[in-house]
């Protein structure tokens, strides 16, 4: 089994770093062959909307670090997706990876809208850091985030909200998210 996590951070050790390798050490463990990759050092363009993905055998037009991510999350057998929490929602690095991957998608018969997916119910563990200490105050942003996850084939297992993560290196030192995220990789080969 192979689990692959992507990280969308400025901070290359940063809290969303070390609680994504905590769920990539718990699934590491359990068995699986694990990598993480840091979008932010990636060179990775936004989605230029010229649909050329958009079909059964289409693959995005763009030669970029995304092409080699592409061959990562199709032979995965389950994904890791990291973001801190800036204004309110997911990083732009976030955001522009998630862009990309309208490439999972085509056009059923070429009819607008008729979306079908690449990829089907890839396990997915969605982690998010913020300084916020209320776990649940951008609930509404996370929940959207995971909605695209899934309309693109992704099957969120397990979200993992880490709060007050004010310090850089925060999260080190709180055990019950480190045992949160280790317990979810393990559950990603169940």
Not at 104 to 117: A, S
Not at 160 to 183: P, Q, S, T
């Amino acid at each position: 089994m192979k689990v692959v996590g992507f990280v969308g951070s400025p901070r290359k050790k940063g809290n969303t770093t070390t609680i994504v390798n905590e769920v990539l050490r718990g699934a590491g463990e359990a068995g699986a062959e694990t990598k993480i990759f840091d979008l932010n050092a990636l060179s990775i363009r936004g989605c230029q909307a010229c649909y050329h993905c958009q079909k059964p055998d289409g693959k995005c037009i763009q030669k970029d670090d995304m092409t080699q991510l592409y061959d990562e999350v199709f032979t995965a057998d389950a994904v890791v997706m990291g973001t801190p929490v800036f204004m309110l929602q997911v990083t732009g690095q976030t955001k522009i990876f998630i862009d990309r991957l309208f490439a999972l998608l085509y056009l059923k018969d070429g009819q607008p809208g008729n979306f079908r997916n690449k990829i089907k119910a890839k396990k997915t563990v969605t982690v998010y850091s913020q300084g916020q200490p209320d776990a649940g105050a951008f609930a509404s942003s996370f929940d959207l985030h995971e909605g695209v996850l899934a309309f693109l084939g992704f099957k969120v297992q397990e979200r993992i909200v880490a709060g007050g993560m004010r310090a850089e290196d925060a999260a080190r030192g709180n055990r019950e998210i480190l045992e949160k995220a280790y317990a979810a990789g393990v559950g990603l080969l169940k």
